[in-house]
């Protein structure tokens, strides 16, 4: 195989002029889209108008002239159909771990209103630090613990009388793996517990089917693939059977069936907005839409099923070429190589064996990398749940090309091959991992 190949896999690409829409930087290959997702060219000139004219000229007006209020509900309604649910059931606010949180809260209260005893919350041990901190956090409220598992083949295992509630991320942040949202929603449901998803790492990369796989509950992030822009909002989902079944805790006047009736008591929104808190972060909400439509514009080409497609196609290649040009070099692979289970990235574990301290290893080459403008990162490992420390590297299909895939698989042999990893420049650690 020689460089022709990917670049005649981008010219056969009916995906690939959606590339256009998003200003990457010259030279840059960025595998790191479920991190931050890179800038569409449209966001710069709409958040400008949003200051300039919704705000500069139209003031308070711009709540209703300008639809500010209704913002999480028109940004809402255009993520709905990536995630398979209906219009009016998902809102934009706050951050991805205030989101869970409120979720979070509410299946918890369901659950230890109707069956005490159920006080355990059932997720995996590599899930994304701020989910089971936030569980940890509200498991002291209601009388819950956590109860870890180390595999995703545990899960079911763990599920029993005892559980209130199955909390996991659809595609693991470290593992890549991604999790059977039906079977493990159904699992949960036999064992009387309620299923809570988090989709960081898989909404805009794959389709989520959250209402026809039996999600309860889910939440979001808006900066990964959404491409909504650094600490965009997020977004929460709840099926409209339970909508109205709890107060989530923080009720704020946003989530208020009639917030300018300003009155002294609180009376939850139907549906899905009392799940509302405070005022929207307009303009970050307009970055956010920039970013949704994005991914609305690969509808016509297919939407999520066709960019999953080419999801799968780069990483697969990105496996293929791994094992053809980097053997012998100490990478084995992080990420399930069964297309099924992987999400859009590709983990790698490094050991070469005869370096002295190796525990840097696979952050060096990740350094290396970047300072050869590929841009993956890098995860520590935990041994409790035997993940070793990783080289990640997320495929954005809306951006990514064949292409990229074989230059960044090329640098990456370059940096092992001539052991450039071990200067002690890609040795030193930052704050920001
Ligand atoms: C990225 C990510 C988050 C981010 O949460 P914030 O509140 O935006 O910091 C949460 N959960 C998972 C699984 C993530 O991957």
Same mark, same amino acid.
């Given at each position: 195989?020689?460089?022709?190949?990917?670049?005649?896999?981008?010219?056969?690409?009916?995906?690939?002029?959606?590339?256009?829409?998003?200003?990457?930087?010259?030279?840059?290959?960025?595998?790191?889209?479920?991190?931050?997702?890179?800038?569409?060219?449209?966001?710069?000139?709409?958040?400008?108008?949003?200051?300039?004219?919704?705000?500069?000229?139209?003031?308070?007006?711009?709540?209703?002239?300008?639809?500010?209020?209704?913002?999480?509900?028109?940004?809402?309604?255009?993520?709905?159909?990536l995630v398979g649910v209906g219009p009016g059931e998902l809102v934009v606010a706050d951050s991805t771990s205030v989101n869970l949180f409120k979720v979070l809260?509410?299946?918890?209260?369901?659950?230890?209103?109707?069956?005490?005893?159920?006080?355990?919350?059932?997720?995996?041990?590599?899930?994304?630090?701020?989910?089971?901190?936030?569980?940890?956090?509200?498991?002291?409220?209601?009388?819950?613990?956590?109860?870890?598992?180390?595999?995703?083949?545990?899960?079911?295992?763990?599920?029993?009388?005892?559980?209130?509630?199955?909390?996991?991320?659809?595609?693991?942040?470290?593992?890549?793996?991604?999790?059977?949202?039906?079977?493990?929603?159904?699992?949960?449901?036999?064992?009387?517990?309620?299923?809570?998803?988090?989709?960081?790492?898989? @909404?805009?990369?794959?389709?989520? *089917?959250?209402?026809?796989? +039996? =999600?309860? #509950? /889910? !939440?979001?992030?808006?900066?990964?693939?959404?491409?909504?822009?650094?600490?965009?909002?997020?977004?929460?989902?709840?099926?409209?059977?339970?909508?109205?079944?709890?107060?989530?805790?923080?009720?704020?006047?946003?989530?208020?069936?009639?917030?300018?009736?300003?009155?002294?008591?609180?009376?939850?929104?139907?549906?899905?907005?009392?799940?509302?808190?405070?005022?929207?972060?307009?303009?970050?909400?307009?970055?956010?839409?920039?970013?949704?439509?994005?991914?609305?514009?690969?509808?016509?080409?297919?939407?999520?099923?066709?960019?999953?497609?080419?999801?799968?196609?780069?990483?697969?290649?990105?496996?293929?070429?791994?094992?053809?040009?980097?053997?012998?070099?100490?990478?084995?692979?992080?990420?399930?190589?069964?297309?099924?289970?992987?999400?859009?990235?590709?983990?790698? @574990?490094?050991?070469?064996?005869? *370096?002295?301290?190796?525990? +840097? =290893?696979? #952050? /060096? !080459?990740?350094?290396?990398?970047?300072?050869?403008?590929?841009?993956?990162?890098?995860?520590?490992?935990?041994?409790?749940?035997?993940?070793?420390?990783?080289?990640?590297?997320?495929?954005?299909?809306?951006?990514?090309?064949?292409?990229?895939?074989?230059?960044?698989?090329?640098?990456?042999?370059?940096?092992?091959?001539?052991?450039?990893?071990?200067?002690?420049?890609?040795?030193?650690?930052?704050?920001?991992?």
């Open positions: 195989m020689t460089r022709d190949h990917p670049l005649a896999l981008d010219a056969a690409d009916a995906l690939a002029p959606l590339r256009q829409q998003f200003s990457i930087p010259e030279g840059l290959i960025y595998l790191d889209g479920n991190s931050l997702g890179v800038l569409p060219t449209a966001t710069a000139a709409r958040v400008q108008q949003v200051v300039a004219d919704e705000w500069g000229q139209g003031l308070i007006g711009s709540w209703n002239a300008a639809g500010w209020m209704a913002l999480p509900q028109r940004i809402g309604d255009k993520i709905a159909p809260s509410a299946a918890l209260s369901l659950q230890r209103e109707a069956a005490p005893q159920r006080t355990i919350i059932v997720s995996e041990r590599s899930n994304f630090p701020t989910d089971l901190y936030i569980a940890e956090s509200l498991g002291r409220q209601h009388g819950c613990t956590l109860r870890l598992v180390d595999r995703a083949d545990d899960i079911p295992a763990a599920l029993g009388s005892d559980t209130a509630v199955l909390m996991l991320t659809q595609v693991n942040y470290r593992s890549g793996h991604l999790h059977d949202m039906k079977a493990l929603s159904a699992a949960a449901h036999a064992a009387g517990a309620l299923a809570v998803w988090d989709l960081a790492h898989s @909404a805009g990369a794959l389709p989520v *089917a959250l209402a026809a796989d +039996g =999600a309860d #509950y /889910a !939440v979001g992030c808006g900066y990964k693939y959404l491409n909504g822009g650094p600490g965009a909002p997020a977004f929460a989902w709840v099926r409209p059977a339970h909508a109205e079944r709890a107060w989530q805790p923080l009720a704020g006047w946003h989530g208020h069936a009639t917030p300018f009736a300003f009155e002294p008591g609180y009376q939850p929104a139907p549906g899905i907005n009392r799940y509302l808190c405070g005022t929207p972060p307009v303009l970050a909400m307009a970055a956010l839409e920039c970013g949704v439509d994005t991914l609305l514009a690969a509808q016509p080409l297919g939407g999520m099923a066709a960019l999953r497609a080419k999801s799968l196609a780069l990483t697969r290649l990105f496996i293929d070429l791994v094992h053809s040009r980097c053997a012998g070099q100490g990478l084995t692979f992080a990420s399930p190589d069964d297309d099924a289970r992987r999400g859009s990235q590709v983990c790698l @574990a490094f050991d070469p064996d005869s *370096a002295p301290g190796r525990a +840097g =290893a696979a #952050y /060096a !080459v990740v350094q290396a990398l970047i300072a050869r403008r590929v841009v993956g990162d890098f995860r520590a490992g935990d041994a409790r749940d035997g993940l070793p420390d990783i080289l990640r590297f997320g495929v954005t299909p809306l951006y990514t090309r064949f292409v990229d895939v074989w230059d960044a698989v090329e640098q990456l042999r370059q940096v092992l091959a001539s052991s450039e990893w071990r200067e002690p420049r890609f040795n030193q650690r930052g704050l920001v991992t």
